[in-house]
């Protein structure tokens, strides 16, 4: 039973951990048989909810392989488990010697001021409770970095590509987007290796939440695929989300599936900004709200009322929503017995028409050319323009980055052609929400 996977489900609880068989004599500072603690096998286990997801469970499994095979090689070069066993005994018989009242406590309590591996247990085990990722050293010397959750991303530098539907596995980062960091700059470089590549650094420097990804690249002078997989490595190791770059047009909302109930948060934001009491921020964001309203009911406090929004983000209290726009015509709209002039459209509309409206170039055309704002060719040319985003998957936001259009200008278009658009207003799909240790 020992080096290998070991997975045990008992009620609703899935214990998965690795046991290792341990040689004493493979141990350079052992006294093998005559050593007062004699080894045969150990195992790391961890327990987690038995309806987890497969990926999930196989996650587990090798991060307890990591953290069984590290712990085997400290034993085999140092005696490493030896002593912190021995560490640990000896508090137990200290703890039973004085006969405490509450034994199990002091015993842990002891055992974790006196043990290295136990702090470096509980600090793995805090980490996957905070952020579902681990990077720590055992005994100050063997690497064990892991992230349970396995995010993935995909990158796209530009809209409507034929990979765009395929986005299941992970989210889409575009240059408009921003990075929102959930740990201070200090707090993520401290964590990093030695060796670790200064470019992150200078990104992280060079990143807020209102400075899309493009501009950090130029400022930086990196290229823009460069900043992805920056980008990538943060969200992967649970640093980092991608957002909307924050600006007053922006609509927020409280994300229904936010744990209001969390008094440790709900104290830290009142000590973050005095005065202000968490609940009844939220309660602004009951229904969606943009920015500028939430700023404006703040009186004078512009940057403080920013600065709550970010925290609120940080923590998964809000969610922004944004505006996609369908194309909705059957063809039993009144159409023109001949056409004045021909209309080019690229395949990415001729796509659209197909799947979403069950039209051809030449039904849609008359369609459209009936219209009557249609007879401006300025605000036909601009609707043509922005056709292929019209199938619901691409926000306002998206159009108005890719199309260099400010936002009055596709408001305008939405607005002539009202009776063929319709708008929806949710969240991008295709940005992640941050994951917790309940998603285990």
């Not at 964001?285 to 920013?306: E, H, T």
Request: net charge negative; aromatic share 10%.
């Amino acid at each position: 039973m020992c080096n290998k996977a070991m997975l045990v489900k008992i009620n609703d609880v899935r214990f998965i951990g690795y046991p290792v068989s341990h040689d004493p004599s493979s141990c350079s500072t052992s006294n093998g048989l005559n050593d007062p603690v004699n080894i045969l096998r150990y195992n790391v286990v961890f327990a987690i909810r038995a309806e987890a997801p497969r990926k999930i469970i196989e996650s587990f499994v090798t991060l307890a392989k990591e953290f069984a095979l590290a712990i085997q090689h400290e034993e085999n070069r140092c005696g490493y488990l030896t002593s912190q066993v021995k560490v640990m005994l000896d508090c137990f018989e200290v703890a039973q010697s004085h006969r405490d009242h509450d034994s199990i406590k002091s015993v842990y309590d002891a055992v974790l001021k006196k043990s290295n591996l136990a702090q470096t247990l509980k600090q793995g085990f805090v980490d996957l409770l905070r952020t579902g990722t681990v990077s720590l050293c055992v005994n100050g010397w063997i690497e064990v970095s892991w992230n349970v959750h396995q995010r993935y991303s995909k990158c796209l530098t530009k809209p409507l590509l034929p990979d765009d539907a395929l986005v299941d596995d992970g989210m889409v980062i575009k240059p408009y987007h921003a990075v929102l960091l959930l740990e201070s700059i200090k707090s993520i470089v401290d964590r990093m290796r030695p060796d670790h590549s200064t470019a992150i650094v200078r990104f992280l420097n060079a990143s807020t939440p209102v400075k899309p990804l493009l501009a950090v690249a130029r400022e930086l002078d990196y290229d823009l695929e460069q900043v992805f997989r920056i980008v990538q490595h943060l969200i992967y190791w649970g640093k980092a989300l991608v957002i909307f770059p924050l600006t007053e047009a922006n609509v927020y909302v409280v994300d229904p599936e936010a744990d209001l109930t969390r008094t440790s948060l709900r104290k830290k934001f009142e000590q973050t900004f005095y005065s202000c009491c968490m609940g009844k921020i939220l309660s602004s964001f009951s229904m969606p709200v943009p920015l500028s309203q939430f700023i404006a009911r703040c009186g004078d406090n512009r940057d403080v009322a920013i600065r709550m929004v970010v925290w609120l983000l940080q923590h998964g209290f809000l969610m922004q929503l944004h505006s996609f726009v369908y194309l909705c015509c059957t063809g039993t709209e009144k159409t023109l017995m001949s056409t004045p002039k021909d209309i080019s459209f690229c395949e990415s509309a001729r796509r659209m028409l197909r799947i979403n409206c069950n039209l051809n170039e030449l039904q849609f055309q008359d369609i459209l050319l009936a219209h009557r704002a249609s007879a401006d060719p300025a605000r036909l040319e601009m609707f043509i323009q922005l056709l292929p985003y019209f199938d619901g998957e691409h926000h306002i936001e998206e159009m108005m980055f890719f199309e260099t259009l400010s936002r009055t200008e596709v408001m305008q278009v939405i607005s002539d052609y009202d009776d063929m658009l319709v708008l929806s207003v949710h969240e991008d799909p295709f940005l992640e929400r941050r994951l917790t240790y309940g998603d285990f």
